[in-house]
């Protein structure tokens, strides 16, 4: 590939720019573009983070290879120590754990998340469920929201099933508002919620409402793009600049960490092609 | 045998009964004789890991019915049994395939028909109902979850305001499973346990349960079992078990074999196509029509594939091997 860096790539360096140095983090299972971005933030810009994780619960694993699904010795490879169910959520429930990363098949305009089931009133469409992103997105300090399929396009009749939506069918994972408009701060929770989402199309934050707000776009994708695939009009950040790309150092740590190029499956198909400078 | 304390007679007792038998090794069928229809059914392992799947299978040809299932993350285990047509309510916090091969698709067709009741749950929620039964509480209070959806999807959850600091939380009932389905690297013929690797939610459904069934690779000594560095689960909890060799397959049980990640794309285009081409082209030839484990285990390539999901110990290119067939799918 001659560009720098590909589309999953640059998702991944925007991911892990959200982690600081000297926090717990927590990557839940099933996010191959989290995963990674947790790996690449410790060996460059956060070497004290305390990386737990997914499905292992393995602290600061090196695994030989990202394997295709999270409970896998591979992943747990050279881990300090594991903890167990029960510490791992205790953490956050007692306020120690800094960062979580959660998704959705629809995120709403305040960050919540719908893992759950499509439909609010009739079950039309049952998902896999939440995890413990229930608990998580209540308790933990602040939350990196993703998504690889931003980008929604229209259907035979013309109709887009939005991944961004005006409000969620069933809030699986807590956001800024609940669906009756409070905020959780209200509700005794501790956590700060979401203040980034990372996507296909462009990285959002959250403003002093809670509301989602467009803050950098992809050298290959506009404003227009995002409102044209959120369902919600997207508050914009006073000067929307541009996703800076990995460096090639980054670019070369991925390829090493994901040579079976796993995150490229939470891609779209169009977008495996994607890439940049 | 199944003693009880001086308190009771087990079940109607304050606590649940131990069990103090000098030798609980059963054969598989007797095993699975101690679920019956209706319970509670903690599924132990987690996603692709050390799920009890031999006994899952043995479940399915029996024909047990209307189980609720409770637990964290899981895949096939669950997805297999709402397909036998074993399950009328899912309490689990997930089910599917992650990002290998998304959602699973037999648990779905079971929930959006009506067949199995909705009744999701989360991770921490789980832990804490389990820990009251641990504890011998009627309920445990969490800070979070008031004002998801999951909280009004759920009645029995209370709210209460905290007497020392006015707070408000929410309530999660205790849940004791009636049964833990647990698979095991290795155990002894008391029942001691020893889970190798992650052990995901399986101490505490042992710690929870009224009985604990288990299938284990090996069973070996005590003496052995200490050498290769303890059991994590103490054999009272432990009602029976039997040895199952690859009774995880085709989910991983490390060190023996990695996941059978050819099987299950299989099993997930199978299931895909609809319940009818599962049933021919699945639960047919690999369950039903397997009458025993050594059937199925000759049915899945016997040592040779045995020998192939082990290779993961050649080294890193040998594991990588086992996952890295067909790229990127469409």
Redesign the interface.
Request: proline content about 6%; hydrophobic content about 35%.
């Given at each position: 590939m001659s560009a720098q860096a590909t589309l999953g790539e640059t998702m991944i360096a925007a991911i892990a720019r959200t982690i600081e140095d000297g926090t717990i983090c927590f990557h839940g299972f099933g996010s191959p573009l989290v995963q990674l971005a947790l790996h690449v933030a410790k060996r460059t810009h956060a070497p004290d983070l305390v990386l737990v994780a997914g499905a292992t619960y393995g602290i600061n694993p090196e695994p030989p290879f990202l394997t295709p699904t999270s409970n896998d010795w591979a992943m747990d490879r050279r881990a300090e120590i594991s903890l167990d169910i029960e510490e791992l959520f205790d953490l956050a429930a007692a306020g120690r754990m800094d960062r979580m990363f959660l998704s959705g098949l629809q995120i709403d305009k305040y960050g919540s998340c719908n893992v759950t089931r499509l439909g609010a009133n009739e079950l039309k469409l049952k998902l896999p469920g939440g995890g413990g992103g229930c608990n998580l997105s209540c308790d933990v300090g602040n939350m990196t929201l993703w998504t690889a399929a931003h980008r929604s396009a229209p259907n035979d009749q013309g109709k887009r099933r939005y991944r961004l939506v005006e409000q969620c069918d069933f809030v699986t994972n807590l956001g800024h508002r609940t669906r009756d408009g409070r905020r959780p701060a209200e509700l005794g929770h501790r956590g700060g919620g979401p203040d980034y989402l990372v996507t296909d199309l462009g990285v959002f934050d959250f403003d002093s409402d809670g509301h989602m707000r467009l803050v950098s776009l992809y050298p290959d994708t506009s404003v227009e793009d995002v409102m044209e695939n959120t369902q919600f009009e997207p508050r914009l950040a006073e000067e929307v600049t541009t996703i800076p790309l990995p460096e090639p150092e980054v670019v070369a740590l991925i390829r090493r960490l994901d040579p079976l190029k796993i995150h490229q499956r939470e891609l779209q198909p169009a977008d495996r092609s994607r890439g940049f400078g | 045998m199944t003693k009880t304390s001086k308190y009771g007679n087990g079940a109607k007792g304050p606590g649940a009964p131990i069990h103090t038998g000098a030798d609980k090794r059963v054969e598989l069928d007797e095993l699975i004789s101690h679920v019956e229809d209706g319970n509670t059914v903690a599924v132990g392992g987690?996603?692709?890991?050390r799920e009890p799947m031999a006994v899952l299978r043995a479940l399915i040809r029996k024909g047990v019915k209307d189980l609720n299932v409770v637990g964290?993350?899981h895949?096939i285990d669950i997805d297999m049994l709402c397909a036998g047509g074993c399950v009328s309510e899912s309490s689990?916090?997930?089910?599917?395939?992650?990002?290998?091969f998304g959602?699973?698709p037999n648990?779905?067709r079971a929930?959006?028909s009506g067949e199995v009741k909705?009744n999701?749950s989360?991770?921490?929620?789980v832990?804490q109902q389990l820990?009251a039964t641990i504890l011998g509480l009627p309920f445990m209070p969490?800070?979070?979850?008031?004002?998801?959806?999951?909280f009004d999807m759920h009645p029995e959850y209370k709210t209460m305001t905290c007497p020392y600091t006015g707070?408000?939380?929410a309530l999660v009932p205790a849940v004791q499973p009636d049964v833990a389905v647990i698979h095991a690297q290795y155990g002894d013929a008391h029942g001691n346990l020893r889970i190798e690797?992650?052990?995901?939610?399986d101490?505490?459904f042992a710690k929870a349960s009224k009985k604990v069934i288990a299938s284990v690779e090996e069973i070996v000594s005590n003496e052995r079992l200490h050498e290769l560095g303890g059991a994590n689960i103490p054999y009272f909890y432990v009602t029976a078990l039997s040895e199952v060799p690859m009774g995880a397959h085709p989910t991983?049980c490390?060190?023996f074999y990695?996941?059978d990640?050819e099987h299950t794309k299989d099993y997930y285009q199978l299931a895909k196509q609809g319940a009818d081409a599962f049933k021919a082209g699945y639960l047919d030839p690999f369950v039903h029509g397997c009458g025993t484990h050594e059937a199925y285990l000759e049915k899945i390539g016997g040592e040779e594939t045995a020998r192939h999901l082990g290779s993961?110990k050649d080294g890193?290119e040998a594991?990588?091997a086992l996952?890295?067939d067909e790229?990127?799918?469409?």
């Open positions: - | 987690g996603l692709s890991s964290s993350a895949g689990e916090s997930y089910v599917g395939f992650e990002q290998d959602m699973a648990y779905r929930c959006e909705v999701d989360c991770c921490y929620t832990v820990r969490v800070r979070s979850i008031r004002g998801t959806s999951v707070e408000e939380l690797g992650p052990p995901v939610a101490i505490l991983a490390y060190p990695a996941y990640r993961w890193d594991w990588m996952y890295g790229g990127v799918p469409a």
